[in-house]
């Protein structure tokens, strides 16, 4: 796996923690890097210790994952959404709507859709499914 050194949580700003071995998933943090910048650290799941953060491998594979210093979590569109609220306008807006229902509703949907097929998406590959192969294939959507 990854470095059992490497613990986001010890730092100040909240972490977006993501699928490295994805490709699509890749590609969307360069790309939110360098366009929308918001004020968070990314990392790669497969380099973190997992145990350590209080999640799991099946939890990172499905969804992205936010910690913030506090050590608040959140996963999916809600991440996404908390993500955006740290950059600035009019992300930040974007973000702020994505967290209030019944908009979250339709970010939820629309986060699961993209997360299920985004090996199916510019620059996924059939590493990019869910369950990752290689991994255990009990786990389940």
Known sequence: MGSASA??????????????DCAFCTSSVDFI???IRPDVDFAPWQRLDLAALGLTEHQAEKA?????????RA????????????A???WRAVG????????????????RL?????????????ACTFPAPNH??????
Do not use: K
Not at 7 to 20: E, L, M, Q, S
Not at 115 to 121: E, F, G, M, Q
């Open 33 to 35: 890097r360098a366009r």
């Open 75 to 86: 996963s999916g569109a809600r991440a996404f959404g908390l993500l955006l609220r740290r």
């Open 64 to 72: 992205v994952q936010w910690i913030d210093g506090a050590e608040n």
């Open 7 to 20: 613990t986001p949580a010890a730092t100040a700003r909240p972490v977006v923690i993501f699928d490295g």
């Open 114 to 126: 993209v997360a299920d097929n985004r090996h199916r998406l510019p620059g996924g590959t059939p």
């Open 88 to 90: 600035s306008r009019p």
């Open 96 to 111: 702020t709507l994505m967290l209030i229902p019944p908009i979250n509703w339709l970010a939820d949907a629309l986060y």
């Open 136 to 141: 255990d294939q009990g786990h389940t959507a």
